[in-house]
Nanobody, 119 residues
Framework: QVQVVESGGGLVQPGGSLRLSCAAS????????MGWYRQAPGKQRELVAVISSGGDTNYIESVKDRFIISRDNAKNTVSLQMNSLKPEDTAVYYC?????????????WGRGTQVTVSS
């Protein structure tokens, strides 16, 4: 069974930085894309950033030049460095990994980590 676990959320002042980490564990054959999503109260979950197994990245417009996604394929981890944080970045952040196991290929979600940007 595969587990995806996030860490690193918390409370930060506007303009501050946080680093989120996510680790996938279990019997994993391979991991394709890994991404970070967020869901603010009353809003739909949205994709924030995604990185392919080869390192290609994509970001939503509102976080470009502020957030950086990276991954360590050897450790099955993905990170999100968030800089110049704004109150509108407040949300629960979820990690998603597209994983192939003995049972096939599917997306696996973590339980989320809260990020609050407030003075």
């Amino acid at each position: 069974q595969v587990q995806v676990v996030e860490s690193g959320g918390g409370l930060v002042q506007p303009g501050g930085s946080l680093r989120l980490s996510c680790a996938a564990s279990g019997i994993i054959y391979s991991i394709y894309s890994m991404g970070w999503y967020r869901q603010a109260p009353g809003k739909q979950r949205e994709l924030v950033a995604v990185i392919s197994s080869g390192g290609d990245t994509n970001y939503i417009e509102s976080v470009k030049d502020r957030f950086i996604i990276s991954r360590d394929n050897a450790k099955n981890t993905v990170s999100l460095q968030m800089n110049s944080l704004k109150p509108e970045d407040t949300a629960v952040y979820y990690c998603n990994a597209d994983i192939r196991t003995q049972g096939g290929r599917r997306g696996s979600w973590g339980r989320g980590t809260q990020v609050t940007v407030s003075s």
